[in-house]
């Protein structure tokens, strides 16, 4: 073999170890290009994730704001419950102390009244303007001349014989303007 052959294979050889470098080189950049434009997609794809994590966030510590208002709402509407339950306690029992003065006071002008028979055990304190009766359960003695039924045992049990009238302020049988001097009752009308 001469030495041009050899020179030529040797040329060759240089020519393709030549060609697979660039080759090596080439495939070495579009293999650096992809992995540039991979990890520049991944950090576009990370970007837009952190903007709308920060978006989320913001909305999140906006409804955490909200809730611990409607919190705060929802104390002071229970503070005012509160309140206004103790407001009606205290009003309730005001309500029953001055009821219980007025009828103390009702008994008191019960147990002086000698009418009224204040110790029975159908006793209730009746308001002022109402009169005091007892259930009639028992027979009835009529008073002639008087207008009034009594039911015995008991100082109470006037009633109203029907066709009379009676003024506020008079007793039975007198008119008023007359200096109370007793009027014959007026029979009732067929």
Not at 56 to 69: I, N, P
């Amino acid at each position: 073999m001469e030495t041009s052959t050899i020179v030529i294979i040797v040329v060759v050889a240089l020519l393709v170890l030549a060609a697979l470098a660039a080759l090596a080189a080439v495939a070495k950049r579009k293999k650096a290009e992809r992995h540039r434009e991979e990890t520049e997609r991944k950090r576009v794809e990370a970007e837009r994730l952190r903007h709308e994590a920060s978006q989320h966030s913001t909305g999140a510590a906006h409804a955490q704001v909200e809730a611990k208002e409607a919190e705060a709402r929802a104390a002071r509407a229970k503070l005012e419950a509160e309140r206004a339950e103790r407001d009606a306690a205290q009003a309730q029992q005001g309500a029953h102390v001055e009821q219980a003065r007025h009828e103390d006071v009702i008994r008191e002008a019960d147990r002086l009244d000698p009418d009224v028979d204040h110790r029975s055990d159908g006793y209730r304190p009746q308001p002022s303007g109402h009169t005091h009766e007892t259930p009639m359960t028992t027979p009835h003695e009529t008073h002639p001349g008087t207008g009034t039924t009594q039911t015995p045992g008991t100082g109470t049990g006037t009633t109203q014989t029907p066709g009379t009238t009676q003024t506020p302020g008079t007793t039975p049988g007198t008119t008023p303007g007359t200096g109370g001097a007793p009027q014959e009752p007026t029979q009732p009308r067929p």
